[in-house]
């Protein structure tokens, strides 16, 4: 099995690697999750691997265990949450996000924190409040986290992310 850094410094791994180094660290505790985080795939060959990347995604804003910002993107040097709703309906595939921040942008937390058991432990896991979506995450370090994301509308193997904090506050 590579490591979680061999992977990282490859750009890509498989997705039974990917699995074994997921269920290779530690759990996440709730508290433990706060701030704001840059995220990006870790390549599996998923069908997801780089979308959010080319749409601007900057990554996640954890501000308190019900108020979670799931999907927050860049416009320059500033940040701004989208309703992961509205991505569906209104960010074609290959375009920016900011590109269409008027119809996406909104201040309402879309998710929250919760324990789930998965892959036989309980971890820190953030549920999507309008959609069939869990994020699991555990914990490559203090500042950084592995996450799979489990949808159910997405048949097949998670899609794997990694989320590095950037401070310890939100948007």
């Known amino acids: 099995m590579a490591t979680f850094q061999e992977a990282i410094a490859a750009g890509k791994t498989t997705t ?7 269920d290779s660290l530690p759990t996440v505790k709730l508290e433990e999750l706060h701030g704001k985080y840059e995220g990006s795939s870790f390549p599996t060959g998923h069908l997801q691997d780089g979308f959010l990347e080319a749409s601007g995604w ?5 501000d308190e265990i019900n108020q979670v910002h799931p999907l927050v993107f860049r416009d320059g040097n500033d940040l701004f949450a989208v309703n992961p709703i509205a991505t569906l309906t209104q ?17 309402e937390h879309a998710a929250r924190l919760r324990m789930v058991e998965y892959r036989g432990v309980s971890t820190a896991s953030m549920i999507y409040n309008q959609a069939p979506i869990i ?28 989320l590095r904090r950037r401070s310890q506050v939100g948007l």
């Open 91 to 107: 960010l074609e595939p290959g375009k920016n996000a900011k590109d269409s921040r008027d119809k996406l942008e909104t201040k």
């Open 135 to 162: 994020d699991h995450f555990r914990k490559v370090d203090d500042q950084t986290l592995l996450g799979a994301m489990d949808n159910i509308q997405m048949p097949g193997p998670p899609f794997f992310f990694v």
């Open 16 to 22: 039974e690697n990917a699995l074994a180094i997921f």
């Open 58 to 62: 900057y990554g996640k804003t954890f």
